[in-house]
């Protein structure tokens, strides 16, 4: 024998005797003891069909109709307002500044008296413009003093600030000396006194 026909008959050896291993093998493996075989029966269940959930019925919601109109030009209510009222006025009348047209003066003669009053109370006022003189040695207005009622006058006065003037005529007999002067206005209607100011030594009367 040569030598390829004994390698050719040892690899025929080798694979039957794989065939019949493998035989033997899965023989153990799958065959076992045989017994009885069980049949699986599938036992078909009717299906039961599941209760559906109650399918609530939707309810319509009704909602109120609203006209045209009220929808495109809503109502307003107006409230009420109060009829304003005039307020009071409060101001007063007083006398702002004064003056004498001259400081020296002769028996007889006449002078300037000035007034600049403020008039507050936000209408027009008719005021009585009143002067005196006395002597600067005399110590109150109750005695020795000189008025010239003729030559008082009724000064119609704007509201706000005004100027007038009143003239004023020294008497003929008073002594020479130096003298004080008051300024005076009054209501004319009422004759309540509104203002009174004085000021001292600020004419001289010479002879």
Partial sequence: MTYARAVFA???????????????????IFGGARGPSSTLVGVASTPTPATAAPTAT????????????????????????????PTPTTGVVTLARYWVGTTDVRQGQMVAIGYVIENGTGRTARVMLGASVKSNR???WAGGTFSDPSHDVIATVPPGISTHVRYFAIPPGI??????????????ATGRRDALVAASSVLRVIA
């Avoid at 050896?13 to 153990?28: D, E, Q």
């Avoid at 939707?58 to 909602?63: E, G, I, Q, R, S």
């Avoid at 000396?177 to 009054?186: C, E, I, K, N």
């Fill in 10 to 28: 040892v690899a025929l050896l080798m694979l039957l005797a794989g065939i019949l291993g493998s035989h033997y093998i899965l023989t153990a």
């Fill in 58 to 85: 939707p309810t319509a919601t009704v909602l109120p109709t609203i006209p045209r109109s009220a929808a495109h030009h809503p109502t307003v209510t107006a409230t009420p307002t109060a009829t304003p009222q």
């Fill in 138 to 140: 005399s110590l109150g």
């Fill in 175 to 188: 002594h020479p000396g130096t003298y004080d002067v008051a300024w005076g206005l009054r209501d004319a």
